[in-house]
């Protein structure tokens, strides 16, 4: 194919590979080969890459972690960039709360429905049982400061680095595996709490290799939720409002959040499914909206397994790879669990990941 030959050739040798098995690239360690995979290094390079791509016609799939995806047995054809960006920008100056008009933490913008988190524990019955109210407070009384970050800056990173330097406002994220810019594509939570709560505006770029940048009110945000799940937008940087908080209560809140959270298993992409709605919950008298209650307690589903995919029984919203798992393994697992809750319950499950590839 002489398109893409061509970009092979546009591509800096050392950080391209091809016919990379991407199952080396994903948290589910599930995934057949790139066409072509390209890691970048930094924002200059990843729009230039970007736009080469585009001129030639080859479609461009971004891989931040690995998390949070499923990709086909077939792999993924055309340009898998693999986001390695890494910079954290701290602004010289602290404007004071009553400079900035970013409602506090744990409330949605202004005039918007507020987002339910998908955070919810039963502590009577099941594996789901990690606590997350003593350990909310909140930090709106805090002199705020702006930092942008790279899209392809690493969450465990920035949680890090800012707490380092004297800013808080991520902690709530702790653990979780991911990138600045799937954090921004999922909306992601940490029990109560959104990233949407922070963010200030996010500079991308399009199909047709314009940059533009968004507003956070122009995000589409809610539960898992983005405009870019139906753009073609390809997030660049995000700038983010946050606290110059109370240092050690945030790195103690990351610290515990982690710790508790240890109970999710490895191998697998996250979550199965979104969480059943609270009108379904109150019409069943579930004790939570959990979709893993639905999979342990009515289901009776724990340890199923099909070829290497297995239902986890520490926690029961999570298909892992217990060896070997292919993704049709995976989607045969997933389908068995979504079809038996709308035969039983009447309800239709989400799923939680994005399906890359051919299905």
Request: one cysteine or more.
């Amino acid at each position: 194919m002489k398109d893409l030959q061509d970009l092979i050739n546009f591509l800096e040798p050392d950080n391209t590979f091809l016919d990379e098995p991407l199952s080396k690239h994903t948290t589910l360690r599930i995934g057949g080969p790139a066409d072509v995979l390209y890691r970048a290094k930094n924002i200059e390079e990843l729009i230039r890459v970007i736009r080469r791509a585009n001129e030639l016609s080859i479609p461009v799939t971004i891989l931040g972690w690995g998390s949070n995806v499923l990709v086909s047995d077939k792999g993924i054809r055309g340009l898998v960039i693999k986001n390695e960006t890494g910079e954290i920008e701290i602004s010289k100056d602290v404007p004071s709360p009553t400079a900035i008009t970013v409602p506090p933490l744990r409330k949605y913008k202004e005039g918007t429905k507020k987002i339910l988190s998908r955070w919810q524990s039963d502590s009577e019955k099941g594996t789901f049982k990690y606590e997350f109210g003593d350990l909310d407070y909140d930090e709106s009384g805090f002199p705020r400061v702006r930092v942008s970050m790279d899209s392809g800056v690493s969450l465990p990173k920035a949680i890090n680095s800012l707490i380092e330097e004297g800013v808080t406002g991520l902690q709530w994220y702790a653990r979780i595996p991911g990138t600045i810019g799937g954090a921004v594509f999922n909306n992601i939570h940490g029990g109560t709490h959104f990233i949407s709560e922070v963010i200030k505006s996010v500079r991308t770029i399009n199909k047709s290799g314009v940059i533009k940048e968004f507003s956070g009110k122009e995000l589409g945000l809610a539960y898992d939720k983005s405009r870019f799940h139906d753009s073609e937008e390809i997030i660049l940087e995000v700038e983010f409002e946050l606290f110059k908080g109370d240092v050690l209560r945030a790195k103690e809140v990351a610290m515990e959040w982690a710790k508790r959270k240890s109970l999710q298993p490895p191998r697998s992409a996250g979550c199965t499914f979104k969480n059943i709605s609270n009108g379904d919950k109150e019409r069943l008298n579930f004790p939570t909206t959990s979709a893993g209650y639905i999979v342990e307690h009515v289901l009776k589903l724990g340890g199923r397994k099909v070829g290497g995919a297995k239902i986890s029984t520490a926690h029961h919203n999570f298909i892992v790879n217990d060896g070997g798992a292919t993704a049709r393994d995976y989607m045969e697992l997933l389908n068995l669990i979504r079809d038996e809750t709308k035969k039983m319950l009447k309800i239709d499950l989400v799923p939680e990941m994005i399906l890359l590839g051919e299905f």
